[in-house]
């Protein structure tokens, strides 16, 4: 699929190894290079798009898109350049319980500065060097802070899957959707939808899952737990992003560890640790330790 600004998307299946993501992967590219020869196009995997000022880009004709460039400058400076001037690699993971659900979105959303920065390879912007080692991660603390970011109440070791449910209830929506018509509301968040319906409508399903599909956090609840917190990658990386990530959370040695590894720090001091992380990568701190040595 495209995003808004023309990056290409590729959903992957769900496999039992990360061989056969990688796999898919390679088909893919192979697929993509066959098709793009011709008309001498070549694909970049980066984080933040080196070349393009907003104004060179295209609108890619989807119905959220619309509502989402309208609405998103007025939560933050950043919004479009989300939209149309980032890419990333997300990998998506299993979880057996509600417990190991939690557990292993506390891990991630500790971790994920830490990853940003090891994954880090967006520092360029309109073709020149810019402030940060991965611009699309300074993009993104200035974005929309309802939907984005870290969780804070997904720190508490007692949190549940019903903590997720209720901070999801109570982000503002994009719009709802009936048949080809996208009808923008943008003012009204799902708990409110819920009780009040909107324009006649009533919620339904399908509005929760597509609400659920509308925020941004850098890692976030669904079907599984998707991790997205790293610039796009060159071809021999990106499945590096998985099976780091798989081999933390799929592993009870490793996430043991993991937890060790952040035991201490909590919400605030990651959530400030993101922006000298984004702009020195490894070079930078989380709560005065160097990231190169945690």
């Not at 980066?46 to 998103?72: C, E, H, S, T």
């Not at 991965?134 to 007692?158: C, I, K, N, Y």
């Not at 968040?189 to 009780?195: D, E, I, W, Y």
Request: net charge negative; aromatic share 8%; hydrophobic share 40%.
């Amino acid at each position: 699929t495209l995003e808004p600004g023309g990056q290409l998307e590729l959903s992957g299946a769900p496999f039992r190894d990360v061989h056969a993501t990688e796999r898919e992967m390679r088909e893919h590219l192979d697929e993509l290079r066959d098709l793009s020869a011709p008309h001498d196009l070549a694909w970049f995997g980066l984080g933040f798009q080196p070349f393009a000022r907003q104004a060179d880009l295209p609108w890619v004709p989807k119905l959220r898109y619309g509502i989402m460039k309208n609405y998103l400058p007025t939560r933050g400076q950043r919004g479009r350049d989300m939209m149309r001037r980032t890419a990333t690699v997300q990998a998506n993971f299993d979880f057996e319980s509600e417990q190991d659900a939690m557990r292993k979105l506390r891990v991630s959303l500790a971790l994920s500065p830490l990853c940003s920065a090891m994954f880090a390879n967006s520092p360029i912007m309109r073709g020149r060097p810019c402030a940060a080692l991965s611009e699309r991660a300074r993009v993104w603390l200035d974005t929309d802070p309802d939907r984005a970011g870290l969780l804070p109440f997904a720190w508490h070791q007692d949190a549940r899957l019903e903590d997720y449910v209720q901070w999801a209830l109570d982000v503002p929506m994009f719009m709802v959707k009936r048949g080809s018509e996208a009808l923008a509301n943008t003012g009204q968040t799902f708990r409110a939808f819920m009780k009040d319906g909107f324009e006649g409508h009533r919620p339904t399903l399908t509005d929760w899952r597509s609400h659920l599909a509308t925020l941004f956090p850098e890692a976030r609840l669904k079907n599984t737990l998707e991790v997205r917190c790293v610039d796009s990658q060159p071809t021999e990386l990106v499945c590096a992003v998985p099976a780091l990530w798989k081999g933390i959370l799929y592993d009870e040695a490793a996430l043991n560890a993991a937890e060790a590894l952040v035991e201490g720090l909590d919400h605030d001091a990651v959530q400030a640790s993101r922006e000298p992380l984004s702009r020195e990568g490894l070079r930078g701190q989380i709560a005065g330790r160097p990231a190169q040595r945690m």
